[in-house]
């Protein structure tokens, strides 16, 4: 079982930045590939990032690419990531998830979810 704590969401102009964390329990955290989702009102869940467990091996969204950038401390089971240049169709609700070995972009293959944390970037 696995339980994951997000922060960092807040209101931002476009342009700026925001850095989200996720925060994980368990003693197996460095098994998991963990992703980062978002959902806009009246839209469906989409990939933004994942990163692997052990390897590290990173991949993003095409929206996200150059903008946005996933870590990981398995020494302290968090997940961070960083929003740059942040634009106001990045507004959404991010969610922190977590899937056994594999990092991937479908969000049905997630095992674990947080709560999700508020993203609004403002014009």
């Known amino acids: 079982q696995v339980q994951l704590v997000e922060s960092g969401g807040g209101l931002v102009q476009a342009g700026g930045s925001l850095r989200l964390s996720c925060a994980a329990s368990g003693r197996t955290f460095n098994r998991y590939a963990m992703g980062w989702f978002r959902q806009a009102p009246g839209k469906e869940r989409e990939f933004v990032a994942a990163i692997s467990g052990t390897t590290s091996s990173t991949y993003y969204a095409d929206f996200g690419k150059g903008r946005f950038t996933i870590s990981r401390d398995n020494a302290k089971n968090t997940v961070t990531l960083h929003l740059d240049s942040l634009k106001p169709e990045d507004t959404a609700v991010y969610y922190c998830?977590?899937?056994?070995?594999?990092?991937?972009?479908?969000?049905?293959?997630?095992?674990?979810w947080g709560q999700g944390t508020q993203v609004t970037v403002s014009s």
């Open positions: 998830a977590a899937n056994y070995l594999a990092a991937v972009r479908t969000a049905k293959e997630y095992d674990y």
